[in-house]
């Protein structure tokens, strides 16, 4: 069964700290994958996508892929309190089907 | 564009009852996606459908059932509704070219009693 497992949280850092999430997949064959921001009573939206090796930045944030270790990791530099939700790391499958992981619930506390 | 809509926003059953989530969209999108995700847990694929009269189960099909007549409709059936079904429901959509984003509707709050 494919699964994506996540940090199990909760996180807090400080405002204006680096947010570390951290992410690892067990199928191999996945060659995509994304970091989904969830606000508490809402519903999840795309902030990164990453499909080759090495670092995507995008603002303050930063997506990390590392396929020989099948490892995914989300890094948000100056982190703000609007930053507080649960950030959900998921994998792509056939037919565009994505595998979430159970979330990793960050607070930002000014 | 309205996006990916969904009704009801709330609903309580009663165990065995039936009902229907359902969900639209409005971009023109081939693929739609149903998930649930209970409290502090990921999504779940329940079903999928990758155009008009195609569907196929996901990870936790058991006790629902789907049809999409449209592009734009995907309704979820609940037959003989259980506790175990509580859960928020989403519905999604995605564009079946290049892009890899899937856009959620603002999701269903069903609790079974």
């Known amino acids: 069964q494919k699964e994506v497992e996540q940090n199990s949280g909760p996180l807090s850092v400080p405002e204006g700290a680096i947010a570390s999430l951290n992410c690892t997949y067990s199928d191999r064959v996945s060659q995509s994958f994304f970091w989904y921001r969830q606000y508490s009573g809402k519903s999840p939206e795309l902030i990164m996508s990453?499909?080759?090796?090495g670092d995507k930045e995008d603002g303050r944030f930063t997506a990390q892929l590392n396929k020989a270790s099948q490892y995914v990791s989300l890094l948000i530099r100056d982190s703000q309190p609007s930053d507080s939700a649960t950030y959900l790391c998921?994998?792509?499958?056939?037919?565009?089907?994505?595998?979430f992981g159970s979330g990793t619930q960050l607070t930002v506390l000014p | 564009n309205a996006g990916v809509t969904q009704t009801p926003k709330f609903r309580i059953l009663k165990i065995g009852q039936s009902m229907t989530l359902q969900c639209t969209q409005d971009?023109?999108?081939?693929?739609m996606y149903w998930y649930r995700q209970d409290p502090g847990m990921g999504l779940k694929l329940i079903y999928y459908s990758v155009g008009a009269g195609i569907t196929d189960k996901g990870e936790v099909p058991n006790g629902y059932n789907v049809s999409r007549s449209t592009t734009e409709d995907f309704p979820l059936r609940l037959e003989l509704a259980a506790p175990s079904q509580t859960s928020v429901y989403f519905c999604a959509s995605q564009d079946g070219g290049g892009t890899d984003t899937q856009y959620f509707g603002p999701g269903t709050r069903l609790t079974v009693l």
């Open positions: 971009m023109n999108h081939n693929y």
């Open positions: 998921a994998s792509k499958g056939s037919a565009r089907q994505l595998t």
């Open positions: 990453i499909y080759s090796n």
